[in-house]
């Protein structure tokens, strides 16, 4: 393969080097501003359309090639641990996300937040930490925020200070920046694992008990409605995934998210998101328009990503007509608070719906609610099933099936405490029994804990 530059054609490999450019001066920079400058002379010095073109194996072998014969060139001594570093960072400026990647590429991190340039923190287990990471200064974050939303269509400038947007692998991204951003830049990412996690991860992180693993896949096959309910990063969007993979691979999924992050391993699964408005104030396509599409796309399933606004009496009407099966999660406290927040959303769009008629429509569309919270020691737990029976009076009434009880907190923090069945069986198992669904015995025993 040959490289075209400005001047003339140049073979790959080192020769990726356009002719006559200059080397570094100074044999004594700091390391960051030698990794800017060496970025800055690559840039200078191939051909970016060619770069495009090439595989990634090959284009990070080609770059480090580069990068090798810059610094011979610049005469500035590094031993072997500082050339190796400063040529992967490098690498991952031109292919990825820059001082970030690492970070990216590390299974144990499951938030990145980045407060400005000088600040990057990461989640850890469900612990923060400052890591030691920095960017250049503002305008190096600028680039690396402007990298993210463009590959989908977004923009980010003073007329659209704020923007969501998605990774590859379906992380989640909000960034941001002045003015409505005090200290500069601001970037958000909540990371999703290249590997779903299975039901048996979660059993064995001890976020919910086998027990309820097989109850909770049993009513998805039976097609209950389910609403997951928690806090913010209280792993909604895991549950519903994992749940989601109990679905039959024959039926038909329609997905509908702001920011596309389920991640569901079935072979009929069509997703959809939403579009924000053009710089003209044009061109917005909500959830709720989403919702009303999807019932002309014949889907067996309809699964909203986060309910959050009028949306959700599209939904309930999809639930109670025939899209049995359906799942969504909203962020609320509590059960109860779940049923409050759908109610209030409804009241966003200006029907004239009266009180008692919402919930009527409410208990008949949702038959359970999971509650997902996140502990003080980081631990993510399901720490309530409710089975919604139906109403009496004015009121939406709940039993609980599963429940979490917190007992105490170690001396460094943990929280402790137990899984167990509260006795009561719930009445929806004379739907199990109709869809062939089994359960053992000893399910619904209270005298039976986990931690």
């Given at each position: ?267 009929h699964v069509v997703r959809l998101e939403t579009r924000p408005p053009n710089v003209e104030g044009r061109g917005e396509v909500n959830q709720r328009a989403l919702v009303r599409n999807s019932l002309r796309m014949r889907p067996d399933r309809i699964i909203v990503g986060e309910v959050r606004g009028v949306e959700v009496v599209d939904m309930l009407q999809a639930m109670n007509t025939g899209h049995e099966g ?90 402790q405490g137990h899984f167990g069945a509260t006795g009561v069986r719930p009445k929806f198992m004379g739907r199990l029994k109709a869809y062939g669904i089994s359960l053992p015995s000893e399910t619904f025993d209270q005298t039976r804990t986990f931690e």
């Amino acid at each position: 393969m040959k490289l075209q530059d400005r001047d003339n054609v140049i073979e790959s490999g080192p020769a990726l080097l356009t002719s006559g450019a200059r080397s570094l001066s100074h044999a004594t920079l700091d390391y960051h501003q030698l990794k800017g400058k060496l970025h800055s002379q690559l840039l200078g010095r191939i051909d970016l359309e060619v770069l495009g073109n090439m595989a990634p194996e090959r284009l990070r072998a080609e770059l480090g090639s580069v990068v090798e014969r810059l610094l011979n060139e610049s005469g500035v001594a590094l031993n072997s641990v500082e050339r190796k570093n400063i040529i992967r960072e490098i690498q991952d400026e031109v292919m990825g996300l820059g001082p970030i990647e690492p970070l990216l590429a590390d299974p144990t991190v499951s938030d990145i937040l980045v407060n400005g340039p000088n600040k990057v923190y990461v989640e850890r287990h469900g612990r923060l930490e400052l890591t030691d990471i920095v960017f250049f200064d503002a305008d190096h974050l600028m680039k690396i925020i402007d990298k993210i939303v463009s590959r989908i269509g977004r923009r980010i400038d003073e007329s659209s200070p704020m923007v969501d947007a998605r990774l590859p692998d379906g992380s989640r991204v909000n960034a941001i920046i002045p003015p409505l951003a005090l200290d500069g830049p601001i970037l958000s990412i909540r990371r999703f694992s290249v590997v779903p996690l299975r039901s048996d991860d979660l059993v064995n992180n001890k976020s919910l008990t086998p027990e309820l693993a097989q109850l909770l896949a049993g009513m998805v096959r039976a097609k209950m409605n389910i609403l997951i309910s928690g806090g913010t990063g209280s792993g909604k969007t895991t549950l519903l995934n994992v749940l989601s993979s109990a679905i039959p691979s024959t039926e038909r999924i329609v997905t509908i998210e702001d920011a596309a992050e389920l991640q569901l391993q079935q072979p009929h699964v069509v997703r959809l998101e939403t579009r924000p408005p053009n710089v003209e104030g044009r061109g917005e396509v909500n959830q709720r328009a989403l919702v009303r599409n999807s019932l002309r796309m014949r889907p067996d399933r309809i699964i909203v990503g986060e309910v959050r606004g009028v949306e959700v009496v599209d939904m309930l009407q999809a639930m109670n007509t025939g899209h049995e099966g359906s799942m969504a999660t909203v962020h609320a406290n509590s059960p109860r608070d779940a049923l409050t927040r759908l109610e209030n959303m409804a009241g966003m769009g200006g029907m004239a719906i009266a009180p008692k008629a919402m919930r009527q429509q409410i208990s008949s569309a949702i038959m359970a609610i999971v509650q997902v919270n996140r502990l003080t020691d980081g631990q993510r737990k399901i720490v309530s099933l409710q089975e919604i029976v139906g109403m009496e009076g004015d009121i939406i009434t709940m039993q609980e099936i599963y429940g979490y009880t917190q007992t105490g907190v170690t001396a460094n923090g943990m929280v402790q405490g137990h899984f167990g069945a509260t006795g009561v069986r719930p009445k929806f198992m004379g739907r199990l029994k109709a869809y062939g669904i089994s359960l053992p015995s000893e399910t619904f025993d209270q005298t039976r804990t986990f931690e």
